[in-house]
């Protein structure tokens, strides 16, 4: 097995583990998005016009505070120092983390969004194109928290800095994200443009967020 | 195989830690760094390990593997073990020797006979006193072949018995023309071990 | 017995509760199986608790 | 006397192994038979077969209740009398009860769409019982992050009577929530008295449940209580080994 697969492996069987974060992520959006018609009124035509609003804020929030311990454990064990003196690249570490992160926090988080759909009275039939502009553009909140979360760890501060740190960042995404699911659900500005849009800040962003994730860490070094 | 350090100085959050600060090491040979607390020996070896940055001098690893680094030839034990207490003993050292690139499961077992731990491979870490985690963390450094090793006080939290074991490792490992630069406060159990002292920079910074 | 016009509803309400129920049985089953393993692992190399050593049945 | 046995997990693993066969025997039994009087069951004049669905729906919602309140008094072993099986109950209890709610939910949301139109209305009753599945949720994660049970035992216990002082409080805002929301033409469950021929297999149905989760409860406990004692053991093999 490769270092990257090893590294991979690893966190995700830490958060399955009992102690881990899996699940957790999923588990908060629920909340959250259970937790908006109580603020908003049950007046279904009402939670159907805002409701991928809604999913998305919750999914952003969810993929953002989950990931604040991603480096700290690291860190505070002494596994960060170890993970540096690798042969891979630290770059490529990072990645793993975060691929393994997205993996146990933001695809359980995808994969019971047609409930909460159905809970928002969102109409079935487009409830899957919904979680795909979360499939889509998950990633990018995930690569680009990932920033965020480095530079907690560098500067030794963790919580709400994070969230401080990167929620601005992740404007665009939202913008393009939310735009691609209510052209799906109600149109009529069609959903290729948005959608294509958020693939290429998910890309972008899984370039990015390591590298930068990668200097921040080394900055922090002392 | 050489390693050597020139002029080397580090800074820590404004602060000198150490300056002019020469030593070279041929392999096969140890190299004990003492002096008072905060004279900075972990600091050094941080510095060899490419965690820290040194702010002045240099360090020159010559006769061992071309492209890779001095942090890529070294193991670093620090104060902290690096255990994962949810994974099991075997799957903790297995994570570290294939991310440390060393050989696959083979050198798993003889690693955890060295530290004595073999009896316990499929235990949650968890359950681990802190001697038997230190011990674990040490399987790392026979598990994967590293040539120079940075031991920051390596016999604290040991036992007699394995304070024993770790010498007798640390004896293979020079024998095997390996190097050490080990901190230590008292007696590591290597005989003939050269010693640099570290004590107060001789001027602070302006 | 005639399920009207909205069967498949009563169906599918039924098939759910049978799937959790049946969930909740297989992992209580597999967690009891797993433990027992564990424990016989444990016993074959010879680990007591300290209650058996001390031949009284408290844990 | 009988309560003191049973304070010892021993002697309580070996009564759970003599009963479980026979409660879950029972189980079956009360099952075939309740199951056999809903096929029996008249249709509702006005909800039609989908009535049918009510003898999931309403065990589900008790037991989900039922299981809190399990966990309440377990919580107040743990916190006031210190009985050792009282924590073991309570994190038993948790997943069960979580399981009934999420039946409740589930049953009720395809009772629903044939009723309402729509899988899901935030009517007040389904709202409660879907925050309290919330609490349960929070329970499970309060379990699952916590690796030493020794801390989570009280943590948990704490959580509990806080959701048990809190669920009326909860069930009497979304009432009020609900009323000042409410759109008129909603039809509500239930509601009118119930016809014996429907009101006796339900009946059947709960006892049947509630069996269910004695016996899954019974289980899950004997589960819980060797995992404590692989624990134990695997302490005193990491403690032997130096020796």
């Known amino acids: 097995m490769s270092p990257f697969l090893a590294l991979l492996a690893r966190d995700m069987r830490l958060a399955v583990r009992v102690g881990g974060g899996a699940l957790m992520g999923a588990l908060f959006y629920f909340i959250v998005v259970a937790m908006m018609p109580f603020a908003i009124g049950p007046d279904l035509n009402l939670l159907a016009r805002i409701g991928p609003a809604i999913l998305w804020l919750g999914a952003l929030l969810a993929s953002l505070l989950a990931l604040d311990r991603l480096f700290a454990t690291d860190h505070e064990d002494g596994s960060l120092d170890l993970l540096m003196m690798g042969a891979m690249p630290l770059e490529l570490a990072v990645a793993a983390k975060a691929i393994a992160h997205w993996l146990t926090t933001a695809v359980p988080l995808i994969v019971i969004t047609p409930v909460l759909g159905l809970m928002l009275n969102i109409d079935m039939s487009s409830m899957g194109w919904v979680a795909l502009t979360l499939l889509a553009g998950t990633p990018a909140l995930t690569f680009i928290g990932l920033i965020g979360a480095a530079l907690a760890v560098a500067l030794r501060r963790g919580g709400l800095l994070l969230a401080v740190l990167v929620l601005p960042l992740t404007i665009p995404v939202l913008i393009f994200g939310v735009a691609a699911a209510n052209a799906a659900l109600v149109g009529p500005a069609p959903f290729g443009p948005p959608f294509t849009i958020l693939c290429a800040l998910s890309l972008a962003s899984l370039v990015l967020g390591p590298v930068a994730a990668a200097a921040a860490l080394r900055q922090g070094l002392e | 195989m050489q390693l050597r350090g020139g002029d080397l100085a580090c800074e820590r959050g404004g602060r000198l830690v150490f300056a002019g600060l020469n030593f070279a090491l041929a392999g096969g040979e140890a190299l004990v760094v003492t002096g008072r607390n905060g004279a900075g020996k972990s600091s050094l070896l941080r510095v060899l390990g490419g965690l820290l940055r040194h702010s002045a001098g240099r360090i020159e690893l010559s006769g061992g593997a071309d492209e890779a680094t001095l942090a890529e030839q070294s193991h670093y034990l620090g104060h902290l073990d690096a255990v994962k207490p949810s994974l099991s003993v075997s799957e903790n050292l297995l994570f570290w020797t294939t991310y440390l690139g060393g050989p696959r499961g083979a050198a798993i077992r003889p690693a955890l006979d060295a530290v004595d731990l073999a009896g316990l491979a499929d235990l949650p870490a968890a359950y681990l006193s802190a001697g038997q985690k230190r011990r674990l963390s040490i399987a790392r450094l026979v598990a994967v072949r590293r040539p120079v090793w940075l031991l920051d006080e390596p016999t604290s939290a040991l036992d007699t018995p394995s304070q024993e074991r770790l010498a007798g490792l640390m004896r293979d490992h020079l024998g095997s023309g390996g190097m050490i630069v080990a901190a230590a406060h008292g007696p590591i159990g290597l005989d003939g071990a050269r010693e640099l002292r570290l004590g107060r920079p001789a001027e602070p910074m302006s | 017995m005639s399920l009207g016009q909205h069967a498949d509803f009563i169906i599918a309400s039924y098939a759910v509760t049978a799937l959790v129920v049946a969930a909740l049985i297989g992992w209580i089953a597999a967690d009891y199986a797993a433990q027992r393993r564990v424990l016989g692992d444990l016993e074959q190399r010879g680990v007591t608790r300290r209650s058996q050593r001390a031949k009284g049945d408290t844990p | ?243």
């Open chain 4, 1 to 243: 006397m009988a309560v003191i046995d049973l304070a010892n997990p021993t002697r309580f693993l070996t009564l759970v192994d003599r009963v479980l066969p026979w409660l879950a025997g029972v189980t079956a039994l009360v099952f075939a038979y309740g199951l056999y009087r809903v096929v029996g069951a008249p249709d509702d004049y006005q909800q039609g077969a989908t009535v049918k669905i009510m003898y999931l729906h309403v065990p589900g919602a008790w037991l989900g209740m039922m299981g809190w309140g399990v966990m309440t008094v377990a919580a107040l072993g743990t916190l006031v009398w210190r009985h050792p099986l009282a924590d073991v109950a309570g994190k038993a209890a948790a997943p069960i009860g979580a399981a009934f709610t999420f039946i409740c939910l589930a049953t009720g949301m395809l009772w629903g769409r044939p009723m309402w139109g729509t899988y899901w209305v935030w009517d007040a009753r389904l709202t409660s019982v879907l925050v309290l599945f919330l609490l349960y949720l929070g329970m499970l994660a309060l379990y699952w992050t916590a690796d030493d049970p020794n801390r989570s035992t009280r943590a948990a216990a704490i959580l509990a009577l806080v959701g048990a002082v809190n669920i009326p409080i909860i069930k009497f805002s979304v009432d009020w929530w609900n009323t000042l929301h409410q759109p008129a033409s909603v039809v509500r469950m239930g509601g009118a008295a119930i016809d014996s021929s429907i009101l006796v297999p339900l009946l059947i149905m709960t006892l049947a449940f509630t069996l269910l989760f004695f016996t899954l409860h019974f289980a899950a406990m004997r589960n819980e209580i060797l995992r404590r004692r692989v624990r134990s053991m695997r302490m005193m093999q990491a403690r032997e080994s130096d020796t």
